[in-house]
């Protein structure tokens, strides 16, 4: 089971909103609405979708890494490198 | 008209695109789909939306705050100032 | 002139004060500081970096994208297009 | 002893280049440099400061988290909830 399943209703309702508020996007460039109030909406998407991925890796971390740390060192440093991968693209995206 | 108005079918069709991404990682957690590959995802459609958001930010740009500087400095000046606020929200997102 | 010249001296002192909060970052590294603690600073010291940039940003609209606009629509929409890829590197760093 | 530890000596160089190229920002600016070409520099030194930042984080997990979860679940928890606030602090920056 992956870190986030204990949490897993909660992250399937955020993700639902925050389709739903990609869909209002959608809805207000279809309506003709001002470009800075459309890109206000975008910020605050993408800084829900963003929290959504910073739990998940939180979840992630506290399961998936500490559980791999607990088997070996060798585990745990694997688990890590790839946690870091995913640290940097979340960083850069 | 906002600045947009020319591309609206192709942002419709953008953000038609990022909502059924945001299902899709939706689905993704759904069905316990491993923790980086959904974070992989999720850093995707963080910089599509993102995408989306530069280029309204950049037909505002050349229409409303070009337009409005070609009325008077003042009216620039204003647009140029609501434009930064945005662009702002935008970096820290 | 380049659009930040009657704030030169506002940033060049806040580029001397991110200057020195690089040095103190290196120093709490040769220092031994906890990661956790250096990080902190990075964060901090990005967003001031980011902020210098927003700034110098918001008068390059103001003045040059502004006045180039005003001479034809021509010649603001090149600067827009320039500005625009400048907006985008800032927002993908 | 943090996790960076025998990256110091890298670390120290990384940070001292960092510092230099924010000298060189602010001598381009004392130089009336176009904004553009001053905002082109920004972005790159924000990136090279946020790499040193996710390099300093994945030394960080691999040492103090991993070495933390060998010695008990509760330590792991405890190490990966101050790791998870840091990263939050990185993506927004």
């Known amino acids: ?3 986030y399943s204990d949490d897993k209703d ?3 309702k955020r993700l639902r909103r925050v389709e739903g508020q ?3 996007i959608a809805r207000m460039v279809d309506e ?3 470009c800075i109030d459309v890109l206000t909406q ?3 998407v993408t800084k829900a979708l ?3 991925g910073l739990g998940l890796l939180e979840d992630h971390l506290d399961h998936c890494v500490v559980d791999a740390a607990r088997q070996s ?3 745990g440093h694997e688990k890590v490198r790839e946690a ?3 640290i940097a693209r979340l960083v850069r995206s």
């Open 73 to 75: 060192h060798e585990a």
């Open 42 to 44: 975008i910020a605050a």
């Open 22 to 24: 990609v869909r209002g």
């Open 50 to 52: 963003q929290a959504v």
């Open 10 to 12: 909660a992250y399937l």
């Open 84 to 86: 870091a991968d995913a």
């Open 32 to 34: 003709d609405t001002y």
């Open 1 to 3: 089971m992956p870190g």
